[in-house]
């Protein structure tokens, strides 16, 4: 065999190969299930590997709501337009953060709530995790009520003492009422 014979076919080789591995993830499927939406800063609707779809409610944050109703979206008082404008920028931080890692996410189920959302940790294929990356950007708060179902509590914790420490997001903003109280004032109108 020539030496422009043996680099051809090394170099062949090497092609095959790489088209290979490229390919790998048309045939196995990527890792991670597949992010179909959205919902708001805390909650996506996802597809696992086999097909499914179920909706998924992140473990140890909240985030600060958005409108769900025509009504709400056209409030005008000042508590309502707070909440979704802060709502909104956290859906449209997750949403880049989604995207940005090819609609990928891993999930680490912790429990299911009483609508029937899966309860998880959640991290991206860049392997940063969600609900820091949120508290860190000031854009969620803790959730103690369920901190305890928590397997990252103390990561948390820490990422949201660093935003309220630097008024980072919501922690600059002294018109802000944290999500829970905001619903439970929403409903009693």
């Given at each position: ?30 890792s991670g299930d597949l ?112 901190l305890n179902k928590c ?39």
């Amino acid at each position: 065999m020539t030496k422009l014979h043996k680099s051809l076919l090394i170099l062949l080789s090497a092609t095959l190969i790489m088209t290979g591995v490229a390919g790998c993830t048309r045939f196995f499927g990527s890792s991670g299930d597949l992010v179909e939406r959205v919902s708001d800063g805390d909650t996506l609707v996802v597809k696992d590997a086999q097909g499914n779809k179920f909706t998924v409610r992140f473990a140890c944050v909240d985030a600060p709501e958005i409108p769900h109703s025509r009504k709400e979206q056209a409030s005008k008082k000042a508590s309502d337009r707070n909440q979704f404008n802060w709502g909104a920028k956290a859906q449209a931080r997750l949403e880049q953060l989604v995207k940005q890692n090819g609609d990928r996410v891993t999930l680490t189920i912790t429990d299911s709530d009483r609508y029937g959302r899966k309860v998880a940790e959640v991290r991206l294929k860049d392997g940063s995790f969600v609900q820091e990356v949120l508290l860190k950007e000031g854009l969620a708060k803790v959730y103690r009520p369920y901190l305890n179902k928590c397997p990252s509590k103390d990561l948390v914790q820490q990422a949201e003492a660093q935003a309220q420490q630097q008024g980072i997001g919501i922690w600059g903003d002294t018109d802000f009422t944290d999500p829970w109280k905001y619903r439970s004032v929403s409903k009693r109108q």
